[in-house]
Nanobody, 124 residues
């Protein structure tokens, strides 16, 4: 079973940018679907994007489309989340998760391995 870890979170002003990384501390994620989730204070966990293992194709929710970009380079064992034009409502704990290479999904139960989460705070 793969073990994941997120990094790159922090404090940023509205309109700023941040890049998160998702790496495998054990095993490899290059042959897995990788999803991104976030949980804001007092709210349920929300899936907002994912990237396939086969061709790197991605899907996003309307809340982040045009601002967030997920990418991967096969062989580097890392998936990146580039976040631009950040808004206060983006403040949350961000998680990456690994699932089988069977398409793309925002459903939590599709994923079997999860990182520990990294805090992103957008505030002036």
């Amino acid at each position: 079973q793969v073990q994941l870890v997120e990094s790159g979170g922090g404090l940023v002003q509205p309109g700023g940018s941040l890049r998160l990384s998702c790496t495998a501390s054990r095993g490899t994620l290059d042959d897995l679907t990788i999803g991104w989730f976030r949980q804001a204070p007092g709210k349920e966990r929300e899936g907002f994007g994912c990237v396939s293992s086969s061709d790197g194709s991605t899907i996003y929710t309307n809340a982040v489309r045009g601002r967030f970009t997920i990418s991967r380079k096969y062989g580097e064992n890392t998936v990146y989340l580039q976040m631009n034009n950040l808004k206060p409502e983006d403040t949350a704990v961000y998680y990456c998760a690994a699932g089988p290479p069977l398409g793309l999904s925002f459903r939590s139960n599709f994923y079997r391995s999860w990182g520990q989460g990294t805090q992103v705070t957008v505030s002036s």
